[in-house]
Nanobody, 119 residues
């Protein structure tokens, strides 16, 4: 069955960095566009970044553009999110999901990894 397993979350001070990973199995990862979605406490999930199946095109929400970098390694069936210059408002549960911005709501999601940015 489809599995998406996120890792790499944790607590970091403002201005710090984290790298999230998402290991995929149960489907042909290299043929799927992929996204990162986050859900802050008390809010609905929101798409923040996407990458096409080959990794040649990347997309970002304005809230993370210039600070976060999405990438993928199709040989390892793994999606990444490098997060720099983290802010307290980046605190959320981060999910990887199949699909792009318009279709991620109908795709497969992982269980999420918690990122907390705090002093």
């Amino acid at each position: 069955q489809v599995q998406l397993v996120e890792s790499g979350g944790g607590m970091v001070q403002p201005g710090g960095s984290l790298r999230l990973s998402c290991e995929a199995s149960g489907f042909t990862f290299s043929t799927f566009d992929m996204s990162w979605v986050r859900q802050a406490p008390g809010e609905d999930p929101g798409w923040i970044s996407g990458i096409n199946w080959r990794g040649g095109d990347t997309y970002y929400d304005i809230s993370v553009k210039g600070r976060f970098t999405i990438s993928r390694d199709n040989a390892k069936n793994t999606l990444y999110l490098q997060m720099n210059s983290l802010k307290p408002e980046d605190t959320a549960l981060y999910y990887c999901a199949t699909g792009g911005r318009a279709t991620v709501g109908r795709g497969y999601w992982g269980q999420g990894t918690q990122v907390t940015v705090s002093t």
